[in-house]
């Protein structure tokens, strides 16, 4: 029980934090404030929650280079969609139509950080960490990758490429960020990084849930294959391409950290014929 446990108390910080931002109705600074409370709540509720579970101090979250780890995640991220907004750049399917909004920008960091640190803290920290438990690195990570995407099918513009695009990129992205560093603050600057950059600098759609308004006006055109139609970037073919090289960056650095882990089941296996070999 104390997978629910962890992810219903994580779940409910989540729940009042976006009921809270929904209620201010897009108002920048209420937004940001609200939303940095959010992500601010949700840690200590799930260092909590985990020591009363599992009677460990979180390794997960440990204070030690937290700052330089979400730093450098937030750069990777911006750094990564940046590139797929290049790769449509230079195929013409990105126009820069003017200047945007700083308010919404601002706005648009709160309402990020509260996504990036709740849903990495149940989707990484709880679900992920689990079933890797049991199902190994490899099974663990296709499994909460796909449920990641799949939670994405109920947005106001989702698309099945959409939700299979976002499992694939993000799903496998973010979870061998954590697994090569066993730390769930660079996936969190990933994450964050990502998103900002997509709606906070270039004012793109996000996952389908509609059109943001951040630093930049912009517009695509194009094929959907390309650009990801109503469901915004995250579902072009240049983030998926993108998302799959990082994940298989991550992956590597954290097959050579030896942090890769088999399916427990096989380890018995393997434990009991190394035992009757004697």
Do not use: K
Request: charged share 15%; hydrophobic share 50%.
């Amino acid at each position: 029980m104390r997978l629910v446990r962890q992810f219903l108390a994580v779940a409910a910080v989540a729940f009042v934090g976006s009921r809270a931002v929904a209620a201010v109705d897009g108002s920048p600074w209420p937004t940001l404030l609200l939303g940095l409370l959010t992500a601010v709540l949700a840690v200590p509720v799930y260092r909590w929650v985990v020591r009363r579970t599992e009677h460990r101090r979180p390794a997960e979250l440990a204070t030690r280079g937290i700052w330089g780890a979400t730093a450098r995640g937030t750069l990777i991220g911006a750094a990564v969609f940046g590139a797929v907004i290049a790769g449509l750049a230079l195929l013409g399917n990105f126009h820069i139509d003017g200047r945007g909004t700083v308010t919404g920008a601002i706005g648009l960091v709160g309402l990020m950080a509260a996504a990036a640190v709740t849903e990495e803290l149940l989707f990484r920290g709880v679900l992920f960490r689990m079933a890797e438990e049991r199902l190994g690195t490899g099974w663990a990570l296709t499994a909460t990758g796909s449920l990641f995407g799949l939670m994405h099918l109920t947005n106001e513009h989702a698309t099945a490429w959409g939700a299979l695009a976002i499992a694939i990129e993000a799903g496998g992205m973010l979870t061998a960020a954590y697994v090569a560093t066993r730390s769930l603050w660079l996936p969190i600057g990933l994450h964050f990084g990502w998103n900002f950059a997509e709606s906070g600098i270039f004012s793109t759609e996000v996952s389908g849930n509609g059109a943001t308004h951040g630093l930049l006006d912009s517009s695509t055109s194009g094929s959907a294959l390309v650009t990801g139609g109503a469901f915004g970037p995250e579902a072009s073919i240049y983030s998926v391409l993108f998302g799959i090289l990082v994940t298989a960056a991550f992956l590597r650095l954290a097959h050579r950290r030896g942090h890769l882990r088999p399916r427990r089941r096989s380890t018995e296996q393997t434990c009991a014929t190394d035992t009757l070999a004697r």
